[in-house]
T-cell receptor
Framework: GAGVSQSPSNKVTEKGKDVELRCDPI?????LYWYRQSLGQGLEFLIY????????KSGLPSDRFSAERTGGSVSTLTIQRTQQEDSAVYLC???FGSGGMATGELFFGEGSRLTVL | GQNIDQPTEMTATEGAIVQINCTYQ??????LFWYQQHAGEAPTFLSY????GLEEKGRFSSFLSRSKGYSYLLLKELQMKDSASYLC?????????FGAGTTVTVRA
């Protein structure tokens, strides 16, 4: 596609339920990131995928969070047993990831707004 | 984190100039980036600095001083559409770490 696509755009769920958020990156981009943005806060790094390398999961806030990237393209972020503090906008971004400054030129999706009641 | 600090809010008049400062406490990094984020939208890349000095891109310029741990984004000839949040970010390896952002409001 022309840009990074995320779904759903909005998700309201009850505390304790599991949710899945999907990201379809720009074709040809090898690097894929998930960030979380809470109201009035900066972007919090969650996880990074680069090609076939092991992902950097250092930003995942708890073991309730997991992510995978299939075939080097589409990624799914899963939050199990959601809590109210998980409410935020989850942003996916991709880049060429070739090293150099192009690595920092991230193309973001519109985000998935998660509300946990 | 990298302790990236930016002012929370700034207000300026249409046609004026605004300078958004960003300070950080980290020594080794590849580059410093600026992103723009309109309310309810995705962040979009504006500029980056690798070496000390000024990078100019039309009405927007960004400056970096590594020795002072300091950067700024300069917005000239402000337009109403420039009302947005401006995010300072540091690239270390493949990881881009963001500040909380500065919300700029442009008034007529």
């Amino acid at each position: 596609g022309a840009g990074v696509s995320q779904s759903p755009s909005n998700k309201v769920t009850e505390k304790g339920k599991d949710v899945e958020l999907r990201c379809d990156p720009i074709s040809g981009h090898t690097a894929l990131y998930w960030y979380r943005q809470s109201l009035g806060q900066g972007l919090e790094f969650l996880i990074y995928f680069q090609g076939n390398s092991a992902p950097d999961k250092s930003g995942l806030p708890s073991d309730r969070f997991s992510a995978e990237r299939t075939g080097g393209s589409v990624s799914t972020l899963t939050i199990q047993r959601t809590q109210q503090e998980d409410s935020a906008v989850y942003l996916c971004a991709s880049s060429f990831g070739s090293g150099g400054m192009a690595t920092g030129e991230l193309f973001f999706g519109e985000g998935s707004r998660l509300t946990v009641l | 984190g990298q302790n990236i600090d930016q002012p929370t809010e700034m207000t300026a008049t249409e046609g004026a100039i605004v300078q958004i400062n960003c300070t950080y406490q980290t020594s080794g990094f590849n580059g410093l980036f600026w992103y723009q984020q309109h309310a309810g939208e995705a962040p979009t890349f504006l500029s980056y600095n690798v070496l000390d000095g000024l990078e100019e891109k039309g009405r927007f310029s960004s400056f970096l001083s590594r020795s002072k741990g300091y950067s700024y984004l300069l917005l000239k000839e402000l337009q109403m559409k420039d009302s947005a949040s401006y995010l300072c970010a540091i690239l270390q390896g493949y990881k881009l770490s963001f500040g909380a952002g500065t919300t700029v409001t442009v008034r007529a």
